[in-house]
């Protein structure tokens, strides 16, 4: 099973075939990230295909503590990584595996690569956050909606009336200002997000736009996945992490 993971699999899980289709919709939060996996479920289930979504903290073993953690704004960076590896782990055992070889389509709302680079904007090297979480599958598609901080930042505050204290890396001290530290967060984690597209083969979506226009060329990108006749792509190799000897600014 490790060409189908990004390093180690988890202890116990088969190793048979999963017929299913996993798709990953990436992006920060204002994006239109999970608009979009609402409106391609809908699209999906319309064409007669089996959905199951997931995301992040959707876990019922620890998503709960997850969210406490996170109120009391003193949560560790490395026990955030690993909290967060848990429910991931959870859910890949217990819903994303079983979903697949039901052959049902998963469409995740964010994966592993949000966590990886919040990890590494937060100190970790980027070879510790790819084994940390390294048991993760291979999607079929990743789709990457790109959009700038300054548009991300509208949209939060025309959303919430506020920006999120997390959102915002207000927990790395980089302004006592929360809209600087907001757009100087966001921006790193673009970066970190602009390596990630090539080194993982992201597929890029602009998402500065109109929903609809996002929506056409998400569905373009994902209607080859359901020809006739079905190839699996092959599986990449895990990208290697340049820069891993020295750790992202925090």
């Keep these: 099973m490790r060409d189908r993971t990004y390093g180690t699999p988890l202890p116990g899980v088969s190793d048979d075939p999963l017929p299913g289709t996993l798709i990953v919709i990436e992006g920060a939060d204002g994006s239109g990230r999970t608009t979009e ?11 007669g295909h089996a959905i199951v979504d997931t995301g992040l903290r959707r876990s019922t073993l620890v ?13 560790a960076s490395t026990t955030m990584a690993l909290l967060y590896a848990t429910d991931f782990a959870d859910q890949l055992e217990n819903k994303i595996i079983p ?5 049902s389509t998963v469409l995740a709302d964010r994966y592993i690569y ?3 680079a919040r990890a590494v ?7 510790w956050a790819q084994q940390l979480y390294g048991f993760a599958l291979r999607p079929d ?12 930042m509208h949209r939060a505050i025309s959303k919430y009336g506020s920006l999120d204290y997390w959102e915002s890396g207000m927990d790395l001290s980089i302004s006592p200002d929360r809209f600087e530290s907001f ?6 984690l673009r970066r970190e997000f602009a390596w990630m597209t090539e080194a993982y083969r992201f597929s890029t979506v602009d998402a500065n736009r109109h929903p609809d226009q996002v929506h056409a060329d998400v569905w373009k990108l994902v209607l080859p996945l359901y020809a006739t006749t079905k190839r699996r792509r092959r599986p990449l190799a895990p990208p290697t992490a340049r820069g891993d000897s020295t750790t992202a600014s925090a």
């Design 114 to 116: 949000t966590l990886t």
């Design 63 to 75: 998503s709960e503590r997850i969210d406490l953690a996170k109120r009391g704004h003193t949560l």
């Design 141 to 152: 598609l990743t789709i990457f909606l790109d959009a700038r901080p300054e548009i991300l």
């Design 37 to 47: 996996v609402a409106r391609l479920k809908e699209a999906l289930e319309i064409e």
């Design 99 to 103: 979903a697949l070889a039901a052959g």
């Design 183 to 188: 757009l100087e967060y966001q921006a790193r």
């Design 121 to 127: 904007v937060r100190g970790a090297s980027r070879q």
